[in-house]
């Protein structure tokens, strides 16, 4: 089992999930292994913790959920809406405003 | 096995009131993440028994997983999203639903009713046809 993610990590796993899901639609499983990809594994997500974050972000409206079968597997796939892409582009100006303030207060790397 | 894997975690879903719709996704989209995991240790030279086993294990504790379910409140039934709203709303319901229950049953069973009226009335035409005949049978013999 990998490191577990620090308590500031809230709201990540949606950031990612809709960052992702913006480029093309995906099943749970592809997401998970998407994340670990795109982040390096520096962020590792529960398998199953996903779920209910991607069944709260099609609750709100933010994702579009649809069972399709691909080479003979019947999956559900999630794709983004135009709701869901006024959230990401939210939360990324959010999250590139705390990374700012975060990176003037810990200084420039090195020098800490 | 399949049907048996995610019973306590459905369980606790259901008893803490998660949406049916919900609840029937979740379980299959674990079972398909699942058979995924497991193909994957199976590629990775597991044997079946192993990589079940390895599955489970990276799917996570179920116990957190109904946690993290129930932090979004969004996706419970709306009885428990608000308890006083259903506290009043079911007692008023049943109300003015049970003087309707009847005319809903007659609407249910409209074309039985039709039917049924309609054999009377026709029961009732040829018997009255029949007290005409008789009656004028008399005045006239």
């Known amino acids: 089992m990998g490191q577990t993610n620090p308590p500031f990590m809230s709201g990540v796993p949606e950031l990612l999930l809709l960052r992702l899901l913006a480029q093309r639609e995906m099943y749970g499983y592809e997401l998970v292994k998407s994340i670990k990809l795109v982040t390096s594994e520096a962020i590792s997500l529960g398998e199953g913790v996903i779920y209910p974050v991607l069944h709260g972000l099609e609750r709100s409206g933010a994702l579009k959920a649809k069972r399709k079968t691909v080479d003979g597997r019947t999956r559900v796939y999630y794709s983004l809406t135009a709701k869901g892409k006024k959230r990401l582009d939210k939360l990324q100006g959010e999250w590139h405003r705390i990374q700012s303030g975060i990176t003037a207060a810990l200084g420039v790397p090195g020098n800490a | ?141």
């Not at chain 2, 399949?2 to 719709?21: I, K, N």
């Not at chain 2, 003087?99 to 009713?113: E, N, T």
């Not at chain 2, 029961?123 to 005045?139: G, N, R």
């Open chain 2, 1 to 141: 096995m399949r049907d048996q894997t995610f019973r306590d975690l459905r369980r606790s879903m259901q008893q803490s009131g998660v949406a049916p719709r919900h609840i029937r996704r979740m379980v299959l989209e674990l079972h398909d993440h699942l058979d995924d995991l497991k193909q994957e240790a199976v590629a990775n030279g597991c044997d079946p028994f192993q990589a079940h086993a390895r599955a489970v294990r990276e799917i996570g504790d179920q116990k957190l997983l109904a946690r993290k379910f129930l932090e979004h409140s969004e996706l419970r039934t709306w009885v428990y999203r608000y308890p006083r709203v259903a506290r009043f709303y079911y007692p008023v319901a049943y109300v003015l639903l049970l003087p309707a229950a009847p005319v809903f049953a007659g609407v249910a069973r409209a074309s039985m009713i039709a039917r049924w009226g309609a054999a009377l009335m026709l029961s009732a035409t040829v018997t009255a046809a029949m007290f005409l005949a008789m009656q004028l049978s008399i005045a006239l013999g």
